[in-house]
């Protein structure tokens, strides 16, 4: 990446030289340049104290008894990222799935989110310059808040601060799974100019990059500006060979959309329209045949949605300090974000079922149709959702010193303030307006049941209809959160054989709200909505007020500990209140090259606000009618699911989720230049909030119904269970068919998780060849147990999940001189189950190329290459839906090729 300041030179300065991803124990003060450079042995006594992320005591030494791992700028560029999100995603910890850009049906598929270790995006905790940030404004899923790490300008980014264990006892709600602390560029002086270009050798996602930095020093202070902008364009299914037709599903009999369609509803086949309704309809579809169903309209659709959004994206950032005098600074920075995203989903559709005058006749088993059709881009106009996203970032305030009996004191008061705007939109169908065209109006027998209207669904749509029956869905969401903290930190006046205790104590109050708003139709149930789209919306707020307090041990010359206590008070709708939490780490250096550390931690996260101030929202899901299909309970393995509709609606009854992680862990550095580290993390939580799962409700109606399993048609229990289920006949065949699944967040389960991770840091230094640098990276799930009631067996489903079981990362670098650096990164992901979950696919490997060439001091030339052999996921013969492949661990991006150049004045 082009964006790397003088990389080569960097690396050769300092001891690390090729491997700086070897600076996983290592950190460095915010107000720092961004390029770790270790000092030379004769320099040791002048390290200057730093805060480690997992800390507010600043320390002289950067090994302590937490797992951090720092990856600074450089890093990124070894590894071939150009990105947080993509950063982020090949940690070694990153295991989970994620909904990305390649969702475009999902609730947030302009956003990207973090998943270590499976436990989501809200429960870790993620930080810039150490102060908390607004949520992304829509919630994962359409249920948990979460951070957006793609929209965070790159430009502005020194490096990245990973505790990979829990951290509530300092920072807070949400510090689970671990924390992610960001931090800013910093005192540069000079100017940069960058330039990145990159395209994919199968085509689409051509990119551009520029990058403008400059920034002063002076006498009592600094100042930096940034500015960049990234436009990328799209990468459809069409683009990928063994992703733009039908004949690329993985069956023996693949057939196209059904895209032009009369179904009997009676005997389940296809009534044949003959090829010249297909060729007549003006929109290119073609007459095709499905295996035991038979003929209709075809439509090749594989391939129409995007894989890769068009994106356009443009950042500001200024940041600076001022001495005010020896012991009093002011310092303030500014992050602005403006993104437009452009998607394409599947093509706009309608379906609906008529009775023709034959149901009067001795042909009435062809009376009962259901009618559908894909519409063209020629009869609609664009199809395309555009996501339209603003984020500003604020944070100001006062640094010093004072002196108390001859002891420095440092202490900070800091305000940030932050603002996420997002608004999509789309075109939709008018529900009533659709029905009518195609369905008509009159209702033969009063249950809704029409004989069909002016529209067919093999003639193309006239412009002047589509204008009528169209409109423009949209939602627009905003974020916002403001926080005051005040911290102080110094000695404590007391010594123990190790030296003098420090202390830090840090007191906060942060406000925090959400909106999400709804055009009046989408969750609209009287028959005016848009036809086959629902939505959430929901708002609301809360205050928090925290104190925490926190004392370093040295207990002797190769001992330390820590202990920290912090206390959150939360005022807001929910039954959370306040909630104490302790951590303690300790370190043991057992000689100069083998150390143990260990540490406890309690958590918590409060309740995510959409989970508790969801307005009622609708979705579709698939599940098992269990009281029709299975009524004595039986057949339930024989059982079809089916698409049924549910309204949740937010639980501001939740109770906040508690939990307790263990680490133990050994660091070895046998050599100089040599590092291993293996630390165990194990995680328990306790009233985990989730959605109810609809395949317990659905199977506790059925027992109530029938008085089977031990419940009793007449509980207050079972009572609840049938409010929740509503239900209606069907007209034709009698069925009592779900109408309406009432759902909401509970607190019901347990989760329980246990790892082992694994790093290798080496350097070789040659006096002929240069340096070769290694850094290895593992981890490794060993059990996730869960269970869903209180009283429920833990059962464990490492092997039974969609997410990685163990995911690993390998760098290797050469520089044989300060003017040249090249890398090879190579990325595995573990086997999942396949789509049927009757095997396991086989690991997913990938490799990124990475080379620098320093033609003069100012100017940089650099070329990436993200994966190289062009690897395909894993095949799944069980995946039916396009595009074949789970795409929340996997993507067909293909073989990236990137070129960069640099200059610096």
Not at 311 to 335: C, I, K, M, P
Not at 353 to 363: E, R
Not at 622 to 634: I, N
Not at 743 to 767: A, C, F, M, R, W
Request: net charge negative.
């Amino acid at each position: 990446m082009s964006s790397t300041h003088k990389l080569g030179k960097n690396l050769a300065r300092s001891a690390l030289a090729l491997a700086i991803a070897a600076t996983t124990a290592y950190a460095q003060d915010a107000e720092e340049q961004e390029s770790v450079v270790l000092p030379s042995e004769e320099a040791a006594e002048e390290v200057e104290e730093v805060y480690v992320t997992g800390s507010r005591i600043r320390r002289s030494n950067f090994d302590g008894a937490t797992n951090v791992e720092v990856i600074t700028r450089d890093d990124m560029s070894l590894e071939g990222v150009s990105g947080l999100d993509d950063m982020i995603d090949n940690l070694a910890q990153s295991t989970g799935a994620t909904q990305g850009e390649q969702y475009t049906n999902s609730f947030t598929p302009a956003a990207s989110s973090i998943n270590f270790r499976g436990l989501g995006g809200n429960r870790t905790l993620v930080l810039l310059n150490g102060y908390r940030m607004p949520e992304y404004p829509l919630p994962f899923n359409g249920q948990s808040n979460f951070f957006n790490t793609s929209a965070l300008p790159y430009s502005a980014v020194a490096r990245t601060d990973i505790l990979n264990n829990g951290g509530s006892a300092v920072y807070g709600s949400d510090a689970v799974a671990g924390v992610v602390n960001i931090f800013t560029r910093k005192a540069f002086d000079g100017t940069e100019i960058s330039a990145d270009f990159a395209t994919t050798t199968e085509g689409g996602g051509d990119e551009q990059a520029f990058e403008f930095l400059t920034g002063t020093t002076f006498d009592r202070g600094w100042v930096t500006f940034a500015a960049d902008y990234r436009s990328i364009d799209p990468i459809y299914g069409k683009d990928r060979d063994w992703l733009d037709s039908y004949k690329d599903q993985p069956l023996d009999q693949p057939y196209p959309d059904r895209a032009l369609l009369e179904l009997n509803n009676f005997t389940g086949l296809y009534m044949d329209p003959g090829a010249e309704a297909c060729e007549s309809s003006g929109t290119g579809y073609f007459y095709a045949e499905r295996p035991g169903r038979g003929n209709y309209c075809g439509h090749d659709g594989d391939g129409d949605e995007t894989l890769q959004s068009e994106q356009e994206r443009y950042n500001l950032y200024l940041s600076g300090e001022y001495e005010l005098s020896d012991n009093l600074t002011a310092f303030g920075t500014v992050l602005y974000n403006s993104t437009e995203i452009t998607q394409d989903g599947f093509r706009l559709w309608w379906g609906g079922d008529i009775l023709t005058a034959d149901y009067a006749t001795a042909n009435w088993e062809n009376s009962y149709i259901y009618l559908q059709k894909i519409f063209t881009p020629e009869e609609t106009g664009s199809q395309s959702a555009v996501y339209e996203e603003d984020a500003i970032n604020i944070q100001g305030g006062l640094k010093g010193t004072f002196d108390v009996a001859g002891n420095d004191y440092d202490w900070d008061l800091g305000i940030t303030a932050g603002n996420y705007d997002s608004y999509n939109s789309m075109i939709r169908f008018k529900e009533e307006k659709i029905n009518e065209y195609y369905l008509g109006t009159e209702d033969l027998f009063g249950f809704g049941i029409t004989s069909g209207g002016e529209g067919s669904v093999y003639e193309f749509l006239p412009a002047d209809v589509a204008q009528d029956l169209l409109g423009t869905y949209w939602q627009d969401a905003n974020s916002q959160s403001a926080q005051v903290t005040f911290n102080v930190s110094g000695p404590t006046g007391f010594e123990l054989p190790g030296g003098e205790v420090y202390f830090a104590a840090s007191l906060e109050t942060a406000y925090n709200e959400y909106t999400i708003e709804l055009d009046e139709r989408t969750l609209n149930q009287t028959g005016q909505g848009w036809f086959a789209l629902t939505g959430t919306e929901g708002g609301g707020d809360r205050m928090r007020y925290a104190g925490s307090f926190e004392v370093s041990l040295p207990v002797t010359d190769n001992m330390e500990a820590s202990l920290a206590a912090r206390y959150d008070q939360y005022d807001d709708d929910s039954d959370v209140g306040g909630r104490p939490t302790l951590q303690g780490n300790y370190r043991w250096d057992i000689t100069d090259w083998v150390a143990v550390r260990t540490s406890y931690a309690q958590s918590f996260r409060a309740p995510d606000m959409h989970y508790m101030f969801k307005d009622p929202s609708g979705f579709y899901t698939s599940a098992v009618d269990y009281r029709v299909c299975s009524p004595d309970g039986t057949t339930d393995d024989l059982c079809q699911a089916e698409s049924m509709y549910s309204l949740a609606s937010g639980n501001p009854e939740l109770k906040e989720e508690e939990g307790e992680n263990f680490g133990f862990g050994f660091v070895f550095t046998p050599l100089q230049d040599l590092k291993i580290s293996v630390d165990y993390v194990d995680i328990r939580l306790s009233d985990v909030v989730t959605s109810e799962s609809i395949t317990s409700l659905l199977k506790d109606e059925r027992d109530c119904a029938y008085s089977i399993n031990n419940r009793d048609e007449s509980s207050q229990y079972c009572q609840s269970v049938f409010a929740k289920v509503q239900r209606s006949l069907d007209p034709l065949t009698g069925d009592n068919t779900v109408d309406t699944l009432y759902t909401g967040p509970v607190n019901e389960s347990d989760l329980q998780y246990k790892g082992v991770d694994l790093s290798i840091d080496y350097d070789l230094h040659t006096e002929s060849y240069g340096t070769f640098g290694v850094k290895l990276d593992y981890s490794n799930t060993l059990s996730w147990k869960e269970r869903e009631f209180s009283g429920d067996e833990l059962i464990d489903y490492r092997d039974e999940m969609y997410d990685a079981r163990t995911s690993g990362k390998a760098n290797f670098s050469w520089m044989p001189n300060e003017d040249f650096i090249a890398a090879v990164t190579v990325l595995r992901t573990s086997s999942i189950l396949n789509y049927d979950e009757t095997d396991r696919l086989d690991p997913w490997y990938t490799g990124n190329l990475f080379m620098q060439y320093n033609y003069s001091d100012n100017l940089h030339l650099d070329m990436t290459v993200n994966n190289v052999t062009n690897e395909r996921p894993p095949e799944d013969a069980t995946w039916t839906g396009w595009p074949y492949f789970y795409r929340g661990i996997y993507n067909a991006y293909g073989r990236k090729v990137s070129f960069g150049v640099n200059y610096s004045f």
